[in-house]
């Protein structure tokens, strides 16, 4: 029998249903970036490519987002994934965390609701600030998708999915990070990418139990992204069925990627075919690649990213997954943190 599902970008798959396992790590231990850098795990390398990585590269991708063409980004259509990419479960080791670093000027903050299946982000807060649209041409058109500036030694790391980094066998161009995403509004500017990376596993065979991608930015106007905006901070091997609040900019109806959105509650292990989280959710395609934060305090907007909106079951589109951030996860921000930004 064959249960169907798709990435956040819209896309129906099929694989065959297997029983994930449920598996926890120690509680988290915190480390500086720069600690991290000595504790790499072991594992193979992520995959990597250039992307605008020369000044002339950057005006010219930062010239070809205008807004009208950023209105017109629409969530990517993706390929059912081939047999047997279920079969491996992401690679558990020590627990790791990095603080969120505070960045930027501050926003309003208000309380909202600690439980919710998919609703506006409205009162601001450094989440406003480091979660964000991203803008990339694959295939010949424009698509979008979400992600986050993270705390990270050079400064200048967002962490979002795979398929927002690679589809069909080939990197997006073009690709750019606008955080603060509002209504057409770019009010921390666009920054365009000079390095994309994501897990072998993803790079070889598109195995959405490891969709995770990274990208490097370059700095604008003098400043790197972190010291713009902030950082969430940033985990790996934790343990599983907790308290999450998921971000993202939806795209496909009802939503229309003008706005943050954010769902919340307790995550689940997924029991039909993959070794992903579940959450209760009903963002849609474009918000792949926003963060799924652990310790999220509302009062300030700061919290741990721990995963990212991946895909849906097209026969249960209230649940979101997202994939376990385990070793590969963290071997993708690693070489990600240690690549210079130019």
């Given at each position: 029998?064959?249960?169907?599902?798709?990435?956040?970008?819209?896309?129906?798959?099929?694989?065959?249903?297997?029983t994930?396992?449920?598996?926890?790590a120690?509680?988290?231990?915190?480390?500086?970036?720069?600690?991290a850098?000595?504790?790499?795990?072991?594992?193979?390398?992520?995959?990597?490519?250039?992307?605008?990585?020369?000044?002339?590269?950057r005006?010219?991708?930062m010239?070809?987002?205008?807004?009208?063409?950023?209105?017109?980004?629409?969530?990517?259509?993706?390929?059912?994934?081939?047999?047997?990419?279920?079969?491996?479960?992401?690679?558990?080791?020590?627990?790791w965390?990095?603080?969120?670093?505070?960045?930027?000027?501050?926003?309003?903050?208000?309380?909202?609701?600690?439980?919710?299946?998919?609703?506006?982000?409205?009162r601001?807060?450094?989440?406003?600030?480091?979660t964000g649209r991203?803008?990339?041409?694959?295939?010949?058109?424009?698509?979008?998708?979400?992600?986050?500036?993270?705390?990270?030694?050079?400064?200048?790391?967002?962490?979002?999915?795979?398929?927002?980094?690679?589809?069909?066998?080939?990197?997006?161009?073009?690709?750019?990070?606008?955080?603060?995403?509002?209504?057409?509004?770019?009010?921390?500017?666009?920054?365009?990418?000079t390095?994309?990376?994501?897990?072998?596993?993803w790079?070889?065979?598109?195995?959405?139990?490891?969709?995770?991608?990274?990208?490097?930015?370059?700095?604008?106007?003098?400043?790197?992204?972190v010291?713009?905006?902030?950082?969430?901070?940033?985990?790996?091997?934790?343990?599983?069925?907790?308290?999450?609040?998921?971000f993202?900019?939806?795209a496909?109806?009802?939503?229309?990627?003008?706005?943050l959105?954010?769902?919340?509650?307790?995550?689940?292990?997924?029991?039909l075919?993959?070794?992903?989280?579940?959450?209760?959710?009903?963002?849609?395609?474009?918000?792949?690649?926003?963060?799924?934060?652990?310790?999220f305090?509302?009062?300030?907007?700061?919290?741990?990213?721990?995963?990212?909106?991946?895909?849906?079951?097209?026969?249960?589109?209230?649940?979101?997954?997202?994939?376990y951030?385990?070793?590969?996860?963290?071997?993708v921000y690693?070489?990600?943190?240690?690549t210079?930004?130019?």
């Amino acid at each position: 029998m064959q249960r169907k599902f798709r990435l956040l970008s819209a896309a129906t798959l099929s694989a065959a249903a297997i029983t994930a396992a449920t598996a926890t790590a120690p509680l988290p231990a915190s480390a500086s970036p720069a600690q991290a850098q000595a504790q790499a795990p072991a594992g193979p390398k992520p995959a990597q490519r250039a992307a605008a990585d020369t000044a002339t590269e950057r005006r010219q991708v930062m010239t070809y987002w205008t807004e009208r063409r950023m209105e017109a980004a629409k969530p990517l259509d993706a390929p059912k994934p081939k047999a047997g990419l279920t079969a491996d479960a992401p690679e558990q080791g020590s627990s790791w965390t990095a603080p969120p670093t505070r960045g930027g000027s501050g926003g309003d903050v208000d309380l909202q609701a600690a439980r919710s299946g998919g609703a506006a982000w409205t009162r601001g807060g450094a989440v406003a600030r480091t979660t964000g649209r991203i803008f990339f041409t694959t295939q010949g058109r424009n698509a979008s998708c979400s992600g986050t500036a993270v705390t990270s030694a050079n400064k200048s790391v967002v962490l979002t999915a795979g398929h927002c980094v690679k589809m069909n066998g080939a990197f997006h161009t073009n690709w750019v990070f606008v955080p603060g995403y509002a209504a057409g509004d770019r009010p921390f500017g666009t920054w365009p990418a000079t390095r994309l990376l994501t897990t072998q596993q993803w790079n070889a065979s598109e195995d959405i139990n490891f969709d995770v991608a990274a990208a490097v930015v370059a700095p604008l106007e003098g400043k790197t992204l972190v010291d713009a905006v902030g950082g969430q901070g940033v985990a790996f091997n934790q343990q599983r069925r907790r308290q999450m609040y998921a971000f993202g900019y939806p795209a496909a109806a009802p939503y229309d990627g003008s706005k943050l959105v954010y769902c919340s509650g307790r995550t689940f292990d997924d029991f039909l075919a993959s070794k992903d989280m579940g959450l209760t959710c009903d963002m849609t395609g474009g918000s792949s690649g926003g963060p799924w934060m652990l310790n999220f305090n509302e009062s300030t907007g700061l919290g741990t990213q721990n995963s990212v909106n991946s895909f849906k079951y097209n026969f249960a589109t209230n649940w979101m997954f997202g994939p376990y951030f385990g070793n590969e996860a963290q071997a993708v921000y690693q070489a990600a943190q240690s690549t210079n930004a130019l």
